[in-house]
Protein backbone atom coordinates (compact mmCIF):
# COMPACT_ATOMS: atom_id res chain seq x y z
CA UNK A 1 0.00 0.00 0.00
CA UNK A 2 1.46 3.21 -1.14
CA UNK A 3 0.73 6.56 1.08
CA UNK A 4 0.97 10.11 -0.82
CA UNK A 5 1.58 13.23 1.71
CA UNK A 6 1.80 16.36 0.32
CA UNK A 7 2.70 19.75 1.67
CA UNK A 8 3.85 23.34 0.95
CA UNK A 9 0.74 24.91 -0.12
CA UNK A 10 -0.61 28.13 1.34
CA UNK A 11 -1.89 31.85 0.81
CA UNK A 12 0.05 33.85 -1.74
CA UNK A 13 -0.10 37.30 -3.73
CA UNK A 14 -0.64 36.45 -7.29
CA UNK A 15 2.64 37.09 -8.40
CA UNK A 16 3.90 34.82 -5.50
CA UNK A 17 5.88 31.69 -5.67
CA UNK A 18 5.59 28.08 -3.77
CA UNK A 19 7.18 24.93 -3.81
CA UNK A 20 4.43 21.84 -3.27
CA UNK A 21 6.13 18.96 -2.11
CA UNK A 22 5.10 15.08 -2.06
CA UNK A 23 6.55 11.71 -0.38
CA UNK A 24 5.37 8.45 -1.26
CA UNK A 25 5.82 5.42 1.28
CA UNK A 26 5.23 1.89 1.62
CA UNK A 27 7.07 1.25 -1.13
CA UNK A 28 11.07 0.13 -1.81
CA UNK A 29 10.47 0.43 -5.42
CA UNK A 30 10.98 3.77 -7.39
CA UNK A 31 7.70 4.44 -8.53
CA UNK A 32 7.91 5.17 -12.42
CA UNK A 33 5.67 8.42 -12.86
CA UNK A 34 4.13 10.71 -10.57
CA UNK A 35 1.74 13.59 -10.93
CA UNK A 36 0.49 16.47 -9.61
CA UNK A 37 -3.40 17.10 -10.61
CA UNK A 38 -5.33 20.45 -8.93
CA UNK A 39 -9.12 20.61 -8.35
CA UNK A 40 -10.71 24.25 -8.01
CA UNK A 41 -13.94 25.03 -6.96
CA UNK A 42 -16.95 23.15 -9.11
CA UNK A 43 -14.55 22.44 -11.33
CA UNK A 44 -13.21 19.05 -12.30
CA UNK A 45 -9.88 17.78 -11.46
CA UNK A 46 -6.88 18.40 -13.80
CA UNK A 47 -3.30 17.19 -14.86
CA UNK A 48 -0.97 19.96 -14.04
CA UNK A 49 2.27 18.16 -14.47
CA UNK A 50 3.59 14.58 -14.75
CA UNK A 51 7.48 13.23 -14.36
CA UNK A 52 9.08 9.85 -15.37
CA UNK A 53 11.75 8.38 -13.23
CA UNK A 54 14.05 9.02 -15.87
CA UNK A 55 13.49 12.72 -16.28
CA UNK A 56 10.53 12.61 -19.24
CA UNK A 57 7.94 15.85 -17.97
CA UNK A 58 4.83 17.25 -19.12
CA UNK A 59 2.78 20.28 -18.30
CA UNK A 60 -0.84 21.50 -18.96
CA UNK A 61 -0.41 24.47 -21.08
CA UNK A 62 -2.05 26.58 -18.53
CA UNK A 63 1.59 26.28 -16.42
CA UNK A 64 4.19 25.88 -18.85
CA UNK A 65 6.55 27.94 -18.09
CA UNK A 66 5.81 28.62 -14.96
CA UNK A 67 5.94 25.52 -12.87
CA UNK A 68 8.56 22.84 -12.84
CA UNK A 69 7.87 19.77 -11.82
CA UNK A 70 11.11 17.37 -10.24
CA UNK A 71 12.51 14.58 -7.92
CA UNK A 72 13.64 14.76 -5.23
CA UNK A 73 16.76 12.68 -4.16
CA UNK A 74 15.19 10.58 -1.81
CA UNK A 75 13.13 8.40 -3.60
CA UNK A 76 9.71 8.79 -4.67
CA UNK A 77 9.60 12.10 -3.76
CA UNK A 78 8.47 14.81 -6.05
CA UNK A 79 8.37 18.98 -6.33
CA UNK A 80 6.26 21.57 -7.72
CA UNK A 81 7.67 24.81 -8.16
CA UNK A 82 5.01 26.99 -8.75
CA UNK A 83 6.36 30.79 -9.81
CA UNK A 84 4.46 33.60 -11.22
CA UNK A 85 1.23 32.50 -9.36
CA UNK A 86 -2.35 33.76 -10.64
CA UNK A 87 -5.72 33.75 -9.22
CA UNK A 88 -6.94 30.66 -11.01
CA UNK A 89 -4.31 28.67 -10.16
CA UNK A 90 -5.80 28.85 -7.04
CA UNK A 91 -6.97 24.64 -6.36
CA UNK A 92 -6.39 21.87 -3.91
CA UNK A 93 -3.15 20.07 -5.43
CA UNK A 94 -3.04 16.86 -5.03
CA UNK A 95 -0.03 13.91 -5.51
CA UNK A 96 -0.75 11.08 -7.77
CA UNK A 97 0.88 8.02 -8.45
CA UNK A 98 -0.10 4.62 -10.30
CA UNK A 99 2.03 1.84 -9.10
CA UNK A 100 1.08 -1.94 -9.21
CA UNK A 101 -2.10 -1.42 -11.46
CA UNK A 102 -3.45 0.86 -8.50
CA UNK A 103 -4.15 4.39 -8.55
CA UNK A 104 -2.87 6.33 -5.47
CA UNK A 105 -3.99 10.08 -4.80
CA UNK A 106 -2.58 12.39 -0.97
CA UNK A 107 -4.68 14.01 0.94
CA UNK A 108 -4.47 17.52 -1.24
CA UNK A 109 -2.72 20.87 -0.10
CA UNK A 110 -4.37 24.13 -0.78
CA UNK A 111 -3.25 26.55 -2.87
CA UNK A 112 -4.79 29.97 -2.59
CA UNK A 113 -3.15 32.99 -4.77
CA UNK A 114 -4.66 36.20 -3.45
CA UNK A 115 -4.28 40.00 -2.99
Known amino acids: QVQLVESGGGLVQPGGSLRLSCAAS????????MYWYRQAPEKQRELVAG???????HYADSVKDRFVISRGDAKNTLYLQMNNLKPEDTAVYYC?????????WGQGTQVTVSS
Open 26 to 33: GTTVNIYT
Open 96 to 104: HAIFGGMKY
Open 51 to 57: LTINGFA
